[in-house]
């Protein structure tokens, strides 16, 4: 089967007559990005499209082991739901405190680093495979 790569590209469309391709493994890699890196709502024909881990981004932690714990979840439930493709097999995220310093105002900054870890099946193949993210929290934003 082929896949269409994204973002579609229509300057490449009208200039041969076609858009990129990919593999299966690479559109479901996209695809689970961008399930990761939207919020619920955003999406203007399925409100719930998206990864509820935005609602935890500015909320006051009372436990740490439960925000985590949470935070996977919702990872785990919207990958479930918007990749029928895959079969998943664990989920993992590794925190990371992560210091910046700017430039220009050599101001120092540490921000919260989540290493998502998808491990899962493609179901057409029986393949297994592994895919990587990293995002950056409050405000979230993918690295």
Known sequence: MNF??????FTHLFESGDL??????ESIDKNLELIITTC???????????????????ENVVSIQRWENEFMSFIAKAAGKYEPRIMILDTQVNFLDVKNQHELS?????????DIQID????????????????????????
């Open 120 to 143: 899962a099946i493609i179901v057409s193949s029986g393949k297994k495979c592994r895919f990587y993210y990293a995002l950056y929290l409050g405000p979230l934003t993918s690295d």
């Open 20 to 25: 990129s391709r990919c593999s299966e493994s």
């Open 106 to 114: 050599g101001a120092v900054s540490i921000r919260k680093r989540a």
């Open 4 to 9: 269409y790569k994204t973002p579609l590209l």
């Open 40 to 58: 619920p709502g955003e999406h203007k024909y399925d409100p719930g499209y998206g990864c509820g881990i935005w609602f935890l981004d500015f």
